[in-house]
């Protein structure tokens, strides 16, 4: 199906071919014209899967129609989780929107910077992509209004309910209008996320985008048992014994990911850390610096990790493992693509042993052990 039978205007049709765009994902065939007739809409589709355009175009289609009034009032809202997400989505808004002849204007608002410019450039916004907390702080100093706002898109909704904005998305729901489009989309259907789905959405369309597991059978998995104290040796030696001149490591805190990045660099390896903490623009900066090949470990939380989007990787390190298994495929998900093979490893401690069954049980693929114990690591 082409995308001249989605309903789009004739302005998006055009900067679609003038960008190269041939066909729709599967999820932009089903949701666009759900979206076009203002039905309510529930996506259970895995990251890359083309979600975001899913519900971008059929939005500029809509408010391309109508004259953009000189206000604050926001016509959709599209809540992320993190500041990460939320600039690519805006920047998949800026691509499509930047060539119509009728002006859409979108902006991103995010906390990690000062939050004044983001005040001022709020007039005239009539799609506002923004995270949480930074939303209700704009809301509090009055730099916007939701009186007006007919759409609202939860993107990553499984993240942004199970990551402790419980409280803030009550919050902004309730000052929303009753009446309005609600766009959900999810990686995953947790507890949560139904809950919020059967409270949210009215008679929605359901479209389920199914992961395609192909890709972890590219990845050369291998799992060191190791003791906690020899994680960090463990990992020098891997990176120095095996040259790794490009590896993502994953920890699962803020405090483990700055902890490891400072042994790394003490011990002469490039190594930054990048999670929620840092400011804006050092994320920006560290990921950058790393896709270009300027840092060679770029160490990152399961948070950040949505935002870190890299054609070809060849090391991905579990220096902890993840709580999901789920989570473990798309950590390790980060190498091995486009038919390119690529490395995973995870450093299992005997206390992680159960947990590493059932990820394994989960993923449909035993991994194989090597034991470091006796071992001497180099470097």
């Given amino acids: 199906m082409p995308f001249s039978s989605l309903g789009l205007s004739a302005a998006l049709r055009q900067t679609l071919a003038d960008l190269k765009f041939e066909r729709p994902f599967p999820i932009q065939e089903q949701a666009i014209p759900a979206v076009l007739l203002g039905k309510d809409l529930f996506g259970i589709a895995p990251t890359g899967s083309g979600k975001t355009a899913s519900y971008v175009l059929p939005l500029l289609t809509k408010l391309g129609k109508e004259p953009q009034e000189r206000n604050r009032n926001i016509r959709a809202l599209i809540v992320v989780p993190t500041r990460e997400l939320a600039m690519q989505v805006q920047q998949v808004i800026y691509s499509f929107s930047n060539r119509l002849p009728e002006k859409v204007s979108s902006m991103a608002v995010y906390g990690g910077v000062s939050i004044n410019p983001q005040?001022?450039?709020?007039?005239?916004?009539?799609?506002?992509?923004?995270?949480?907390?930074?939303?209700?702080?704009?809301?509090?100093?009055?730099?916007?209004?939701?009186?007006?706002c007919d759409t609202l898109v939860l993107d990553e909704a499984d993240k942004l309910l199970n990551l402790g904005f419980h409280?803030?998305?009550?919050?902004?729901?309730?000052?929303?209008?009753?009446?309005?489009?609600?766009?959900?989309?999810?990686?995953?259907?947790?507890?949560?996320?139904?809950?919020?789905?059967?409270?949210?959405?009215?008679?929605?369309?359901?479209?389920?985008?199914?992961?395609?597991?192909?890709?972890?059978?590219l990845i050369e998995q291998t799992a060191f048992r190791v003791s906690e104290e020899r994680k960090g040796p463990l990992l020098r030696h891997l990176i120095k014994s095996r040259d790794m001149q490009q590896v993502l490591v994953f920890t699962s805190s803020v405090f483990k990911a700055d902890t490891v990045t400072a042994k790394l660099q003490k011990n002469g390896i490039n190594a930054v850390a990048i999670h929620s903490k840092k400011s804006q623009e050092?994320?920006?900066?560290?990921?950058?610096?790393?896709?270009?090949?300027?840092?060679?470990?770029?160490?990152?939380?399961?948070?950040?990790?949505?935002?870190?989007?890299?054609?070809?990787?060849?090391?991905?390190?579990?220096y902890e493992l993840p709580r999901s298994p789920k989570e473990y495929v798309h950590r390790i998900g980060r190498t091995g693509r486009a038919d390119a093979t690529g490395e995973a490893f995870a450093f299992v401690t005997p206390e992680d042993e159960h947990h590493f069954k059932i990820i394994q049980k989960?993923?449909?693929k035993q991994v194989p052990y090597t034991e470091t114990e006796g071992m001497t690591f180099v470097g």
Avoid: Y
């Fill in 167 to 217: 409280d803030e998305m009550q919050r902004i729901i309730g000052l929303l209008p009753k009446k309005r489009q609600n766009l959900l989309f999810s990686a995953t259907l947790t507890d949560d996320v139904s809950a919020i789905t059967q409270l949210l959405l009215n008679d929605p369309v359901v479209i389920k985008i199914v992961q395609e597991e192909e890709t972890v059978d």
């Fill in 282 to 318: 050092a994320r920006r900066k560290a990921l950058d610096n790393f896709k270009a090949g300027r840092t060679r470990v770029l160490v990152a939380t399961d948070l950040i990790s949505r935002g870190i989007d890299i054609h070809v990787l060849p090391f991905v390190i579990n």
């Fill in 119 to 148: 005040m001022k450039a709020l007039m005239g916004t009539s799609i506002l992509v923004a995270t949480p907390g930074r939303l209700l702080e704009l809301i509090d100093n009055n730099a916007l209004q939701l009186g007006k």
């Fill in 362 to 364: 989960k993923m449909g």
